[in-house]
């Protein structure tokens, strides 16, 4: 299987946003969202062959950015497992199986939630890895397992990757970014607290919701989920390297430039 990894930074339901970024589609991912009882409005015509693509990255590199900013430009459909928590989140709690509540408990605290789980979420909608869309996977695999069963489904389904992607970034930077990150919490958009000149508790410039810091994003999680990362999904990035697939980006600086850096390499190939 000829695979090549990608590494970036993760991004809130519904999409990665910048103040100043424009809109682009959402419609086409409620599958990927809702599961097995989720139908896309959208339905890609499948007239190019689709790009599928796997993001790496540490929390707050701006895998979900760089998603988002890769839909708009390739098409792929933005498939992040942490927008679907977030999304069984905003649910009644009456409509959240017992597996999903354990799972938002564990992103609450910063960990990483249970392979089986995150496996199960993820088996249940290979329709998405299939569709005539393509793909952007953002946030998962994230650890060595998860990679491997992604390998074997793959292979199942005769898909062959075109990129993993990996994102690299200091991690006094990652620090940082999150702990200025702020996001809708009606609309899921998420801003810069410094760039964007704004603050927890203002109204959102996108829909007049209220801004506040994630749940997720606060500095001692922030701090739990960096040493996660280090020692759970850094072994990730060492496993497609292994396979001669790793790509590695560097994750610092303007959105628009690390995108046309990740263009480039997907074009180099
Ligand atoms: P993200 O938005 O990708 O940063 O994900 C938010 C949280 O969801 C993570 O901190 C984890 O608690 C959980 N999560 C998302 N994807 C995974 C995964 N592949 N494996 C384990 N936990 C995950």
Redesign the pocket.
């Known amino acids: 299987m000829q695979l090549t990894v990608i590494s970036i930074?993760?991004?809130?339901f519904p999409l990665a946003y910048t103040a100043s970024m424009t809109t682009f589609s959402k419609a086409d991912r409620i599958a990927w969202l809702q599961g097995p009882s989720g139908h896309c409005d959208v339905v890609p015509d499948g007239s190019s062959a689709p790009w599928m693509l796997v993001l790496l990255g540490a929390?707050g590199v701006g895998?979900?950015t760089q998603a988002a900013l890769l839909h708009e430009r390739l098409g792929s459909c933005h498939l992040?497992?942490?927008?679907v928590?977030?999304h069984a989140g905003t649910r009644p709690e009456c409509d959240q199986s017992p597996a999903m509540r354990e799972?938002m408990a564990?992103?609450l605290r910063?960990?990483?939630?249970?392979?089986s789980t995150?496996w199960e979420l993820v088996r249940e909608r290979k329709a998405c890895l299939h569709c005539r869309g393509g793909f952007i996977l953002?946030?998962?695999?994230?650890?060595v397992p998860?990679a491997r069963a992604l390998t074997v489904l793959f292979e199942s389904l005769n898909i062959t990757p075109d990129a993993v992607i990996n994102m690299d970034i200091d991690e006094s930077e990652v620090v940082n970014r999150l702990g200025n990150r702020l996001a809708c919490t009606n609309c899921g958009r998420i801003f810069n607290a410094v760039t964007d000149h704004l603050k927890s508790g203002a109204p959102c410039p996108a829909c007049g919701g209220q801004l506040s810091v994630r749940d997720?994003d606060k500095p001692e999680t922030v701090r739990k989920?960096l040493h996660?990362y280090r020692s759970t999904t850094m072994p990730v990035k060492d496993y497609y390297e292994q396979l001669g697939l790793l790509k590695n980006v560097h994750a610092s600086g303007d959105i628009e430039h690390i995108n046309d850096a990740i263009l480039r390499i997907l074009r180099a190939d």
Do not use: C, H, I, N
């Open positions: 930074t993760a991004m809130p929390p895998k979900g992040s497992t942490g927008d928590f977030r799972a564990y992103m910063g960990e990483l939630v249970p392979d995150v953002d946030g998962f695999p994230r650890t998860q997720d989920r996660v």
